[in-house]
């Protein structure tokens, strides 16, 4: 899976890229694209690179949606397994409780 995962991220790349200029700032549109290269880091052990983009995309999130939103939901799974990734057990139980 790391190999397509890694073909994957500059097509993910270019899609955040390509929603930053065609939607507003802090569209959620925005985040799900967010949301969607940050798990491909963590498929390709990359999750120090991920962590200032998943904490955009949960901004954006928290900000367009109530608490218990499915993509809020999907966020908050995604920080546990970044944080579980880089051995910041406490913040991965912070996301859990969520």
Same mark, same amino acid.
């Given at each position: 899976?790391?190999? #397509?995962?890694?073909? %994957? +991220? =500059?097509?993910?790349?270019? %899609?955040?890229?390509?929603?930053?200029? @065609?939607? $507003?700032?802090? !569209?959620?549109?925005?985040? @799900? &694209? +967010?949301?969607? !290269?940050? *798990?491909?880091? +963590? $498929?390709?052990?990359? %999750?120090?690179?991920?962590? =200032?983009?998943?904490?955009? %995309? +949960?901004?954006? &999130?928290?900000? !367009?949606?109530? =608490?218990?939103? =499915?993509?809020? $939901?999907?966020?908050?799974?995604? $920080?546990?397994?970044? &944080?579980?990734?880089?051995? #910041?057990?406490?913040?991965?139980? #912070? &996301?859990?409780? *969520?």
């Amino acid at each position: 899976m790391a190999g #397509r995962a890694e073909e %994957a +991220l =500059p097509h993910h790349e270019e %899609a955040v890229a390509t929603a930053r200029r @065609a939607l $507003a700032e802090g !569209h959620w549109h925005v985040g @799900a &694209y +967010l949301i969607g !290269h940050v *798990q491909t880091l +963590l $498929a390709v052990d990359r %999750a120090a690179e991920a962590e =200032p983009l998943l904490l955009e %995309a +949960l901004a954006i &999130y928290e900000g !367009h949606f109530e =608490p218990g939103h =499915p993509r809020i $939901a999907t966020a908050w799974k995604t $920080a546990v397994r970044l &944080y579980e990734a880089l051995g #910041r057990a406490d913040e991965a139980a #912070r &996301y859990r409780v *969520q």
